[in-house]
């Protein structure tokens, strides 16, 4: 999917930087996001016009839903296991609510071959629909889908563990939390999605594209 350049509509670009993180060893790739920015991520600029991947005001169902909103995350390899987590504003719990107009919410990782391109053929999803719970591995173009047998939301994190082959030729990564609309075609003035489908809530921070590094 070849998109034009993103220009992240943010105060405060994110601090990218590799480093050790306190209880992991070896290389950390972490992110930080500003916190706050829930339905207004990220714009695409294509033929001279700014277009929104998606906007939704802050008294908006999706723009009060602190869950949504990340503070940031990392990323490692340890001992040939890929580890991943996601900090977020406001905790989640079984008892928490979608927001309304959402049918499903996905706390995801998006990676990339090639990161001049807004393209990812491998994708890691934590999947909540208001009452199950899992996580999903998703290749372009592969079936079946293959389900994470390591994965856990507890209160503001999302953690998940992989095997590091399944993206073994992916540069690139960034995070992302979704929200599934229902199927409406219509917007109004409290702040629904525009339309069915999925849109981001919230996506890291960057100065063009959002892509961090893969950890070594």
């Given at each position: 999917?070849?998109?034009?350049?993103?220009?992240?509509?943010?105060?405060?670009?994110a601090?990218l930087?590799?480093?050790?993180v306190?209880?992991q060893?070896?290389?950390?790739?972490?992110f930080?996001?500003?916190?706050?920015?829930?339905?207004?991520?990220?714009?695409?600029?294509?033929?001279?016009?700014?277009?929104?991947?998606?906007?939704?005001?802050?008294?908006?169902?999706?723009?009060q839903?602190?869950?949504?909103?990340?503070?940031?995350?990392?990323?490692?390899?340890?001992?040939?296991?890929m580890?991943?987590?996601?900090?977020?504003?406001?905790?989640?719990?079984a008892?928490s609510?979608?927001?309304?107009g959402?049918?499903a919410?996905w706390?995801?990782w998006?990676?990339?071959?090639?990161?001049?391109?807004?393209?990812?053929?491998?994708?890691?999803h934590?999947?909540?629909?208001?009452?199950?719970?899992?996580?999903i591995?998703?290749?372009?173009?592969?079936?079946?889908?293959r389900?994470?047998e390591s994965?856990?939301?507890?209160?503001?994190?999302?953690?998940?563990?992989?095997?590091?082959e399944?993206?073994d030729?992916?540069?690139?990564?960034?995070?992302?939390?979704?929200?599934?609309?229902?199927?409406?075609?219509?917007?109004?003035?409290?702040?629904?999605?525009?339309?069915?489908?999925?849109?981001?809530?919230d996506?890291?921070?960057?100065?063009?594209?959002?892509?961090?590094?893969?950890?070594?």
């Amino acid at each position: 999917m070849r998109r034009g350049a993103i220009v992240i509509v943010s105060a405060l670009i994110a601090l990218l930087f590799v480093q050790p993180v306190s209880g992991q060893p070896g290389n950390v790739v972490t992110f930080e996001d500003e916190p706050d920015d829930l339905g207004h991520p990220a714009y695409f600029e294509v033929d001279g016009f700014i277009e929104p991947v998606a906007y939704w005001p802050t008294t908006s169902p999706v723009g009060q839903t602190g869950y949504l909103d990340m503070l940031g995350g990392w990323m490692s390899v340890e001992d040939g296991i890929m580890k991943a987590e996601l900090t977020l504003a406001d905790e989640w719990t079984a008892g928490s609510a979608l927001p309304e107009g959402v049918k499903a919410v996905w706390w995801t990782w998006f990676f990339s071959r090639d990161t001049s391109l807004f393209e990812a053929p491998y994708a890691i999803h934590v999947c909540w629909d208001g009452s199950a719970i899992e996580g999903i591995l998703l290749v372009r173009g592969d079936d079946p889908v293959r389900h994470l047998e390591s994965f856990e939301v507890s209160g503001n994190v999302v953690r998940v563990e992989f095997d590091p082959e399944y993206v073994d030729d992916a540069v690139g990564w960034f995070a992302e939390s979704i929200c599934w609309n229902h199927c409406s075609p219509e917007t109004d003035d409290q702040g629904f999605m525009p339309s069915a489908g999925w849109f981001a809530a919230d996506i890291t921070d960057g100065p063009m594209l959002p892509w961090l590094p893969m950890p070594s």
